[in-house]
């Protein structure tokens, strides 16, 4: 609904590189109905003010002539982020023209991770129709400060990926690694897998699992070989690779005394600090996750320190949540939270994705949570789907032939990066059963490329490549493709996976490199 005349605002619109976008500052414009402004361009309001209201609204501008999806970014701060979940805010684009509001959510206190008036940043994704007057509000319900310092809509741009995405740019082949087993084992030919390739301070470091570097204890016996996590580091893409350090060790309790392993490392540049997330398990026979930390920029500095809290978080723990309720796209007997990765941090949150497995009715999902400090997780809020982000769903169409008995049970291990305003998704997907089914010919196991302006998209929202799957191995071999990951050095991106030819005990790590070309998907994956 139109508030107010139009009255005269303070409004630049211009033209970046990547398309049109448009600034106003609320502190210079005349439409609010409650708080007073704050150092000149923001707007500020506070508990003694009316509270249900409209902190701010307009401009009704009709500069936004683009119907490509767009996004707007309020920033704003509060002065108190802990306490109560209940809605301070709401944000909402509106077309006034026709009174209807396009697209909103709502804001708690605890959905901020910074305190002291912070500006942090909530983004709404929308599409419009040229020559409407769109308002672009937030509205305060109540209790506490808060302070509007300015808006931001810009067009959505696909960044460097968005080639590869619509198959316009091509994969160049840049190193093929093996990582020898410690003390020649041959019991562990295929076991020591990599799980991520990290790039900082123009070095490559692979985080992997290293199994059989000491006799396995009796009490792991069945469960798994007595694993650890070590990192080696490149400078060349990965073409050699230093001698491997220790990051994460198996502890001395019966939830991790056997293993850690399967996880995801995240350099954090606020604090300087390293954060290893893993999978751990002990003669408890039940998966958990454990977090580890180091400080200093150098992984291979030492040994990372377990959280006094491990596990962080108990099998089934955040799956029991995220699948609670109606409409959800998982399972209440979802469990497993495991092959965990550290997306991003924003807002001072860490968002993690994992995945979930669901035995008995044999189905599979990655969810996704949020945590300040790896000990306390939110599984819903602002940014966040309260639901999976693939499943079933997801892949059941793509142009494979999958097993009819159980068509795509869902997904497994994903990796996610940031090119652009989107986030690109690489999962893996298998038919039959989320084990590894190591028998030529009797399980597919593919990869697929999925992606979303926003890690609050749900399962069957995520827009996905015209041809899923992206990858897949010359030789249908159940996890023949394992540990994926696409991630950035600089402006370039990579895609890295493990290659297992079971046929010959025969393990290898692939990376390879968008460059400009075509791309016909899927890939076919060929084995050394």
Known sequence: MRLNSILLFIVILFYCTHGLQLEFYPG????????????????????????????????????????????????????????????????????????HIITSRNISRLDFGYRNIQPQIFSLYFNSTIGRQLEFRVFYHCCGQFVHYKTVVSQLDGGPLADFFAGQAGLELVSSSVFPTPHGDPSSTMWNVGTYVKPIDGRWYVFYREGFYAPTPDFCNGIVPLTRIAVRNSTDYGKTWSEPAPVALPGNSTFDNCAALDGAPFYDNDTDTWHYLAQCIGNNRRWSLCHYSRPGSNPMAGIFTPNPKNPVVQGGQLWSRICS??????????????????????????????????????????????????????????????????????????NITWNPKSLCVGGGEGSMVRSGDYFYHLIEAPDGTLNCDTTLGEQNWVLGFLRSPTLAARSGEW????????????KKYGCGLQYHRVFRDGNDYFFSMFVLDFGVNNLTMKIWKVVPGKTSFPVIVSFP
């Open 463 to 474: 827009e996905q490549i015209h041809y899923n799957p992206a990858f897949k191995p010359e």
């Open 28 to 99: 210079a414009e005349s439409f609010h109905q409650t708080g007073s402004q704050f150092n000149g361009t923001a707007w500020s309001v506070t508990s003694q003010d009316p509270s249900e209201r409209y902190l701010t609204y307009g401009p009704y501008t009709v500069a936004w002539n683009t119907t490509v999806p767009s996004r707007v970014d309020f920033y704003i701060g509060t002065d108190d982020n802990l306490g109560d979940p209940w809605n301070v805010l709401t944000v909402d684009v509106n077309d006034a023209t026709m009174d």
């Open 325 to 398: 309720g109606t409409g959800k796209h998982c399972t209440l007997t979802m469990y497993d939270e495991g092959t965990p990765e550290i997306v991003q941090k924003l807002n001072g949150w860490f968002y993690i994705t994992f995945h979930g497995w669901d035995a008995p009715n044999n189905r599979a999902a990655r969810g996704i949570a949020r945590t300040r400090d790896f000990v306390i997780y939110d599984v819903a809020g602002y940014d966040l789907p309260d639901d999976a982000i693939f499943s079933p769903l997801d892949c059941n169409d793509w």
